[in-house]
């Protein structure tokens, strides 16, 4: 019995080295990231024409809403007690997901909305007059998500309707459809390669003459 204790006691060193070496005393790898990653910018489809502004790439959230213009504020924060100072601090937007009523797409429509661009929309007198607005400070504060919702309400029959019957008020011609358009488009292009050919045509006497 004492050589089986001894045996066993001589083994059990050799035991625990050999578990602790198989133990590593570097830091594991984390398969996660603490940092939150950056949220991504859809781009318009080609359809849609581009947006003048560009997006928002200091504040990305706010190329998926409503912001009216509002981002992060930065300040101080006064410490009034005994330790007197100041501390960085951030404003972020009040931002909230309402339900809005169009009534040119005849739909609600969740939207993520800030309490600014809310009060704005209640003083236009509803989503689609806020959206219409062809002012620049209005146009610059839709962002990428009101120029694209911008885009839809405008080719909705009822507002294609209004557009047509302010264009017979004012005398103005009606616009040329899709097709004639593109039409358009390649007949200048056609007759644009053959004013250049015919420049070309014209020059090359005048330097055969200069040659010989």
């Known amino acids: 019995m004492a050589g089986l204790q001894s045996r066993s006691a001589m083994s059990l060193p050799f035991s625990l080295s050999s578990?602790?070496?198989n133990l590593s005393l570097t830091a594991s790898k984390r398969s996660f990231s603490t940092?939150?990653?950056?949220?991504?910018?859809?781009p318009l489809p080609d359809y849609i024409p581009p947006y003048p502004y560009g997006p928002n790439y200091m504040y990305r959230q706010s190329n998926t809403g409503l912001y009216g213009g509002v981002t992060i504020q930065f300040g101080n924060k006064i410490s009034q007690?005994?330790?007197?100072?100041k501390t960085r601090r951030s404003w972020k937007p009040n931002v909230r997901r309402k339900k809005i009523y169009s009534e040119a797409l005849d739909e609600h429509l969740f939207i993520?909305?800030?309490r600014k661009a809310l009060r704005t929309i209640q003083k236009?007198?509803?989503?689609?007059?806020?959206?219409?607005?062809?002012?620049?400070a209005?146009?610059?504060?839709l962002g990428l998500f009101g120029w694209r919702l911008r885009w839809q309400v405008m080719q909705t029959p009822k507002i294609q309707e209004q557009?047509?019957?302010?264009?017979?008020?004012?005398g103005l011609p009606e616009p040329p459809t899709f097709e004639e358009w593109v039409a358009q488009k390649e007949a200048e292009i056609k007759a644009r390669a053959e004013d250049e050919t015919?420049?070309?045509?014209?020059?090359?006497p005048i330097y055969n003459k200069t040659l010989y």
């Open 124 to 136: 236009s007198g509803g989503l689609d007059k806020y959206l219409l607005d062809d002012r620049p």
């Open 112 to 114: 993520k909305v800030t």
């Open 163 to 170: 557009f047509r019957q302010e264009r017979k008020k004012l």
């Open 138 to 141: 209005r146009i610059k504060e």
């Open 81 to 85: 007690g005994r330790n007197e100072g």
């Open 19 to 21: 578990a602790f070496r």
């Open 35 to 42: 940092t939150p990653a950056a949220q991504k910018i859809k």
């Open 198 to 204: 015919n420049i070309k045509e014209a020059t090359k």
